[in-house]
């Protein structure tokens, strides 16, 4: 089943441009996980962050964690043409150790340059 | 983080017919998955793979149209079985080598067409 909602489900940015990512979930969790998946091949693993942090940096890639309205963003600053993907948000389950992760149903970004 | 070999990367079979995919990752891990993704969706769960007993399958899924095995910390195979058109998806290997707040790792996926 999946955890929530991402919007918006299709996004097309010009090279340069930042791009904004939202994903909603229903449940508690320890951590929200964002991923990439180029061309429907495997996943590419891109941040985590746990429930206790807010805000969470790596390179271009800047993610929130908003828990109390069990929400979270992705922003692609400066975005590139090798960045089109699409990008999920996957979540796993307060409590339960080592649990699958639940996918939401993606942003599927277009980088036209 | 570990890396998962998973094969075949893709393959186009008979309906009736079945298809094993394998998924070996290179490190002991704790917990294996399968997943579906189908055309233009999302990624759902199909089974956890459980060392030396019966993977334990998500709402919808069922053993006998895929029979899961996982021998060892490193290994599984997932079987769709009696293929129709409508299993025609990515198969995705999943792997978690700690407990919570750790990153899962991914296959390579198996792009299954059924004709």
């Known amino acids: 089943s999946q955890q929530g909602e991402e919007d918006p489900q299709a996004l097309s940015i010009q090279e340069g441009e930042n791009a904004t990512m939202n994903c909603s979930y229903k449940?508690?969790?320890?951590?929200l996980q964002w991923y990439r998946q180029n061309s429907g091949r495997g996943l590419v693993h891109l941040i985590l962050?746990?429930?206790?942090?807010r805000e969470k940096h790596s390179g271009r890639l800047r993610v929130t964690l908003d828990t109390s309205k069990k929400s979270s963003s992705l922003l692609i600053t400066a975005s590139r043409a090798a960045d089109t993907a699409s990008y999920f948000c996957?979540?796993?389950?307060?409590?339960?150790?080592?649990?699958?992760?639940?996918f939401g149903k993606g942003t599927t970004l277009s980088v036209s340059s | 983080s570990a890396v998962i070999s998973q094969k075949p990367s893709r393959d186009i079979c008979q309906r009736g017919t079945s298809l094993t995919i394998q998924c070996q990752v290179d490190?002991?891990?704790?917990?294996m998955f399968w997943y579906r993704q189908q055309p233009g969706q999302s990624l759902t769960l199909i089974a956890t793979?459980?060392?030396?007993?019966?993977?334990?399958?998500e709402s919808g899924f069922v053993i006998d149209k895929f029979p899961i095995s996982r021998p060892n910390l490193t290994f599984s195979t997932l079987t769709v079985s009696n293929m129709s058109p409508e299993d025609s998806s990515i198969y995705l290997c999943?792997?978690?080598?700690?407990?919570?707040?750790?990153?899962?790792?991914f296959g390579q996926g198996t792009r299954l067409t059924v004709v």
């Open positions: 449940t508690s969790i320890n951590n």
């Open positions: 490190s002991q891990v704790t917990m």
């Open positions: 996957a979540t796993d389950l307060a409590n339960q150790a080592g649990t699958a992760l639940i």
């Open positions: 999943s792997a978690l080598r700690g407990g919570s707040n750790t990153e899962a790792f």
């Open positions: 793979a459980n060392q030396g007993s019966e993977a334990t399958y």
């Open positions: 962050i746990r429930s206790n942090e």
